[in-house]
Nanobody, 117 residues
Framework: QVQLVESGGGLVQAGGSLTLSCVAS????????VRWFRQAPGKERVFVAH????????YYADSVKGRFTISRDNAKNTVYLQMNSLKPEDTAVYYC??????????WGQGTQVTVSS
């Protein structure tokens, strides 16, 4: 079992930046890939970013490519999502999830990001 806690959300103006953190419990964190997802009001949850177990491989949704950066520190059991040049359409609840291959069974509770225009 892995427990995840996201933090770092908040209210920011368009063009601003935020860094989200996802801290995991347990000793096996480094064996899991991690993904960030987001869910805007009235919309489905969608993929944002992925990072491999070592951090050597990352990929992003087209909507955030070039603006968001995912990274991890396995010694701290933490994954980060650096978000720059934020837009109002980035407003959502952001969730981290850990898993292997295409199975991501462990999720955090989410952190709200609100971008004002």
């Amino acid at each position: 079992q892995v427990q995840l806690v996201e933090s770092g959300g908040g209210l920011v103006q368009a063009g601003g930046s935020l860094t989200l953190s996802c801290v995991a419990s347990g000793r096996t964190f480094s064996t899991y890939a991690v993904r960030w997802f987001r869910q805007a009001p009235g919309k489905e949850r969608v993929f944002v970013a992925h990072i491999s177990t070592s951090g050597g491989s990352t990929y992003y949704a087209d909507s955030v490519k070039g603006r968001f950066t995912i990274s991890r520190d396995n010694a701290k059991n933490t994954v980060y999502l650096q978000m720059n040049s934020l837009k109002p359409e980035d407003t959502a609840v952001y969730y981290c999830a850990v898993g292997v291959r295409e199975s991501y069974p462990f999720w955090g509770q989410g952190t709200q990001v609100t971008v004002s225009s």
